[in-house]
């Protein structure tokens, strides 16, 4: 099946340092790929889409300055949280499609493990 | 703006028990509705899909647009089906697709 990798897992960084957390499409090509944020209790919020060589699409409320995306080619997608703070900590997670699961009404997201991000 | 509700974030049922995971959705068009589980230290997945109109492991949904509901039934709780359930809802904005997550409800099932 359908296989997405997420790195590191697990990351701990001072406060104003950046970090750069990978999505990858293992066994799929992905022209699609979502990033979602997952507070302690509280649902998964998606905070951007990106699109494979174009700009990515930021939700309302998110800045996209602060969470920069790079989604460089069909199995790579980079989110990186610059100038990182403690209210940043959270869960972050990214799932895929894929291009080739058909449109309409077929639509799969193949999620990540995550990654915890914790800002001293 | 279209918004997922499950109103209840713990529900312990006993094995052989019937089982009802409830969501709400509020969205003025026409929704795509899914569940989706994730497992003790399991990534999140898929589990069905209201178009499909499919049986997953038991688990059937029915979408009923006069209560704007997507509850997710099972006849026969079972110990491997305790887990994170989260409904979803797909929406088409602005040229691209959007789906937004429920807060999640947690299946505890007793032996």
């Known amino acids: 099946g359908a296989v997405v990798s997420q790195h590191p897992s697990r990351v701990i960084c001072k406060s104003g340092t950046s970090v750069k957390i990978e999505c990858r499409s293992l066994?799929?090509?992905?022209?699609?790929m979502f990033w979602y944020r997952q507070f302690p209790k509280q649902s998964l919020m998606l905070m951007a889409t990106s699109n494979e060589g174009s700009k990515a699409t930021y939700e309302q409320g998110v800045e996209k300055d602060k969470f920069l995306i790079n989604h460089a080619s069909l199995t790579l997608s980079t989110l990186t949280v610059t100038s990182a703070h403690p209210e940043d900590s959270s869960f972050y997670i990214c799932?895929?499609?894929?291009?080739?699961?058909?449109?309409?009404?077929?639509?799969?997201?193949?999620f990540g493990p995550g990654t915890r991000l914790t800002v001293l | 703006a279209q918004r997922v509700t499950q109103p209840e974030k713990l529900l312990s049922v006993f094995k052989g028990a019937p089982v009802e995971l409830k969501c709400n959705y509020s969205?003025?068009?026409?929704?795509?509705l899914f569940w989706y589980v994730q497992y003790s230290r399991q990534r999140l997945q898929l589990l069905l899909r209201h178009i499909s109109r499919e049986s997953i492991k038991g688990f059937t949904a029915d979408l009923n647009k006069g209560e704007t509901s997507f509850h997710l039934k099972k006849p026969f709780a079972q110990e491997e089906d305790s887990a994170m359930y989260y409904c979803a809802l797909k929406v088409a904005s602005g040229g691209y697709q959007k789906v937004t997550f429920g807060i999640g409800t947690k299946l505890q099932v007793i032996p």
């Open positions: 969205y003025s068009g026409s929704p795509e």
């Open positions: 799932s895929a499609r894929d291009r080739n699961s058909g449109g309409g009404f077929i639509y799969e997201q193949f």
């Open positions: 066994d799929f090509q992905a022209t699609t």
